[in-house]
């Protein structure tokens, strides 16, 4: 029987709420929750257990570009007012913040919102996300846009464009909210806007990923605090028409350029490279060269894809490495090797064109207990606080099997125009 005799996969769920397009996904705790943001500003946390909103509030006055998470209850979100935020919502927390969606709720109500803790003003005028990692820590990538729990209160870098020069990065450290260090745009070069960022510190080194408007990507370092930042990798597989010496060298090496500006990039969890998708048809793999043969970078990428499908954004590679995904304005999420760069799956539900992915984590370690054993943890605690009933104790076995299920799966989450979030279980 040919493939094309199977029916098409299905979602597993459809989360509804936002009344406007989904820009931006992230799961965090674990895996219990998934956030989304929204064209709109609104910013909604989801139990995955349940499938039910736990949060909701309006985050931003216009649309958020990006979302994070700073350990177990610091949630961080980037809109296009300006602002990149901090808010504080454990799970505590959740017992009093507001839960009405966006799509329920009405212009003159009020809403409960999580403290915040920080903000910064920053340049949101390029529509690029932004990049984080830890202080001089190497136990993080600026993909997962996570800082575990054991690590809540270590420093992190935040790397956005400059708020003056577009095609500049600052780079803020979190708590000070001071600025850290500035890239400068490249006056020798056209790159136009800075589109997508990605960032990694390992002791004092600090390393920075850049996508432009132009179709360039670049890869600066800093070795010392003290030190200005160094471009160390240049490349242009997406590329807009003009003259560039550049581009010419690229042509005459082999490297095939096209036409477009980088819409979004991830860093792989191995730190060995990273993928850029831009509007036109191409899908690039880099080298994110670390360790001692740091200046010995080639300049051409790893591998290019011509994938024949144009408008792909919200590039996520998934913890494990093995695989990413990209949405497209085709309404299509595809989901690519990270190791061959060829297409997996192509996954059909949305009527209208995909802004956002996001994987679950696939590293989160669960115990793996029997019934028995649920329902002797069950029976203890009834002994215990001697005030739990059967039935509660049943219900309560149940949602803990439910949140199990919820952290092992390996979750895939699309943000679509049409303002509902796709959840997908594959691979």
Known sequence: MSSDSFPPVQPAYILRGHSAPVHALHFTQDNHRLLTGDADGWLVSWNLAFKRPVASWKAHGKAILGLGAWGQGRVISYGRDDKLVVWQLRVMDEDVV???????????????????????????????????????????????????????????????????????????????????????????????MVMALNILAITTRVQVAAGYESGHTMVFVQTDPAASFQRLYCAQPHSQPGSSLLILLLHYIGVRTHMCTVLSMALSSSREFYVTSSADAIIAKHPFPIGKGIWNTELKPIKISHTKHSGQQGLRIRSDGKIFSTAGWDARIRVYSAKTMNELAVLRWHKTGCYATAFAQTDVVVPARTKQELDSALDQNEVEERAITKKSSAVTGIQQRRDEVAQTTHWLAAGSKDGKVSLWDIY
């Open 98 to 192: 507001d839960t009405t969606l966006p799509a329920d709720a009405t212009a003159d109500a009020s809403t409960k919102m999580p403290w915040i803790l920080h903000m910064l003003t920053v340049n949101t005028l390029n529509f690029c996300s932004f990049a984080m990692c830890f202080d001089g820590m190497p136990q993080m990538n600026s993909n997962s846009l996570v800082v575990t729990e054991e690590y809540t209160h270590m420093p992190i870098l935040i790397a956005v464009p400059n708020t003056i020069d577009s095609g500049g990065i600052d780079i803020y450290q979190l708590p000070s909210e001071s600025r850290a260090a500035l890239i400068h745009a490249d006056r020798h070069m056209t790159t136009g």
